[in-house]
Every structure is written in C-alpha cells, then in structure tokens.
C-alpha cells in the first residue's frame, strides 16, 4: 500500500480532474443551449439592421407608385421621368434639407419635406400639383408609404430574424434597427409584421443624427438597455458601405455588409477596410454562411 501523503495526492489529482469534467460538460451542456447555426452569432449582445434594401424593400419603383397615385389625382406623366426625376429630387432635397429637414434651420417638419419632395417630382415630369391638391395628395403618399402596399421583406431578411429571435433568447442578445428613415419608421415595422422579432428601432430625425453619424449608434445601445454593453459586443448590418459597414467598423462594433456589387468594386470605391468575408449579396446568403459556421467574427 502507498504511503498515506501519496494517497492523499493521488485522491487530489481525481478530485480536480472530476471538477475539470464537470466544468467542461457544463460548458459544453451551455454551448449545445445554442444552436450550431446561431452559434457565430451568440457573442454578440446587440445586432441591428438597417431597413431600406437590408430589411425591406420596395414592391415596386416609385416612378410607377407615384404614376399610380398621381393618375388618381388627375396628375398623368411617364413612370420613367417620374422614376428619373424622383431620384434627382431625392439627392437634392438630402443634400439642401439633410435628415428630412431635421437638421435645417429653421427646422422643416418631415411632411413638409416630402410634399416638397413630391412637388418637385411631378412639376418636373410635366405634371405640376395644383396647390389646393397638393396637400392632400401628398398625404395619400406619406401614408401608403407607411404600408406593406409599398414594401415587402427582402429576401432572407423574415427567416434570419426568425432564427436570430428562437436560438437567442432575448434577455442575452436584443435586435433593434437602426435607420436614416423619418418617423413612419416604426408604424412601418409593425405594418410589415417585422416589429414581432425587434426590441426597439431607432430613426435619424427623432435622435437629430444620421447614419455615419455616432450618435445615432450610440443612441442605438442606450436603447438596447443591457447594461455595460461594449462596442465589441454589437453586430451592425446594412446595405450601406459608408453610412453602415464602415460607420459601424468605427466605432468598434462589428459589422456585415449586405451589397449586390462584387468585393473587388467595393475595395476599389470604399478602401480596404472591407472584409471580404463579412460582404453578402443578400440576408438569405448572410443566413446560410452563419448556419453553414463559415463567418468568423
């Protein structure tokens, strides 16, 4: 028989070596909790999305939405000028009235930055809006554009939340939106039916700051309400190669790129700041890759 002192060793070393076991089945038991195709996922805390072209998208364009409504009201043009012009309206009224007329002075109410929008559109097409109907009209707008009339998901964007919400429970990992959008945003989301899979959305005319902006990210974490949440910690994904990937990348957060433009333009264009693995041609591609354990963070 051993001497007592080797005895009293050998019972140590079995000891540690079954608290070690049960360590590594308890965190092996708490790792198999999440799914193997979340599992990439699970260091993260917070993971938003922009909206437009990320989560939703145009049902169709809005030269042939306006067309319609505009022969409603009597205001008949061809849905490529309108296409054409309400893309050139579009680009002026964000560089002249900047976040829907929020960071004007004085200040423009949205409504009135999309009746101007609206306005400059159809006079430009040929079809000016008498002022009497103006209103009205731009109105019928404004609210459509609140509905799944003028929107759907893109594509992958329902089955990825779907899987994000079940493998992730939400007191560890909270889902919010972050967009350039004006207050519609979140009557949008509930229109949609995507506001049952986020906690919060945040738009940049109620915080004033918009997308690269810090603010609006930081905002972003206040409103997750996890406490000492780190940039590390979050997840940011747009279809945005400055206002989201690289404004996210900035700040210290992690961030995907959903783009339909090779790697090669986008380097060329943005820089090398972006990771060729962290680029997707959609959600539905971004969802595979995640499930297929191939996105390493």
Known sequence: MPPAHVVRRLISVASVRRESQVASQKFSSGLSEIPGKMRSLSRFRLITFDVTNTLLQFRTTPGKQYGEIGALFGARCDNNELAKNFKANWYKMNRDYPNFGRDTKPQMEWQQWWRKLIAGTFSESGA??????????SNHLIELYKTS???????????????????LKPEKCKLGVIANFDPRLTT??????????????????EVQAEKPDPQIFHKAMEKSGLDNLRPEECLH???GPTTDYLAAKELGWHSALVHEKSYAYLVKKYGE??????VFPSLYDFHKKISDGVVVW
């Open 237 to 239: 994904i747009g279809d």
């Open 188 to 205: 949008l989301l509930q229109n949609t039916k995507l506001d049952q899979y986020l906690d919060f959305a945040v738009n940049s005319y």
């Open 149 to 167: 009339i003028c929107w759907q998901p893109c594509n992958g964007s329902v089955e990825l939340l779907q899987h994000i919400r079940k493998d």
């Open 128 to 137: 000016a809006i008498p002022d009497e109907k103006l209103h009205n009209f």
């Open 273 to 278: 700041d972006i990771d060729r693995d962290h």
